[in-house]
């Protein structure tokens, strides 16, 4: 118990340096086994938070059936956003080190990539209205460039090889979660997906 509480005393620092872009951070917490329960933690948290911000969007906006968004976006959306993140771990790991005969370890790519997903909370910012869309591409181009870098940190793979696993692995998280944002989707604007993915953009 004491050796995950220290862990999570250091999650700070961990945020803050990601905050400063020392992004040797990723060397720090990707052989360490109790870095891994407060990396996921970072990954849920982020995930809620995009949750956040696409329900306080609608509700801002005043839109009827409030209520029906905080459970179809925050709640399930961002339960369903963190499994499909790790479907997102899963498949970048799976494209390594079957496809194209890396070591890949899933556990090192998981705590890299829970702390890689810390940008995704920026969509909590998606409440500012005229800002909505700019801050929710943000966060998703932001968690993207992070992932990149905590593949690399956690893998011997060469750039292209850790581009294509990534882009594979975000292509897989980004479809289901459109898929999603069409499943009970309230009038016709969004369904069961947080943050920029909440919206759907089909006629």
Partial sequence: ?????????????????LARLDLSVFDDVKDDVSATVPTL???VAASFLSGLGSWLWWTFEDFPDAGEVMVKSFFVGSILQVGVWFLWVYVAAMIL???LRVPADLNRMMRTMGLAFAPMSI????????LTVPFGVIAVAATVALTYV???AATDAEPHQVMLAN???FVVFAVVLGI??????????????PGLFFFNLNP
């Fill in 1 to 17: 118990m004491e050796f995950q509480g220290a862990s999570f005393q250091n999650l700070g620092n961990w945020l803050l340096r």
């Fill in 41 to 43: 933690v970072v990954a």
């Fill in 97 to 99: 080190s079957k496809g």
């Fill in 123 to 130: 969509a909590v910012l998606m409440i500012i209205s005229f």
């Fill in 150 to 152: 905590a593949i690399q």
């Fill in 167 to 169: 882009i594979v692995g």
């Fill in 180 to 193: 999603l944002a069409n499943v009970s989707d309230v009038y016709n604007t969004g369904g069961l997906a």
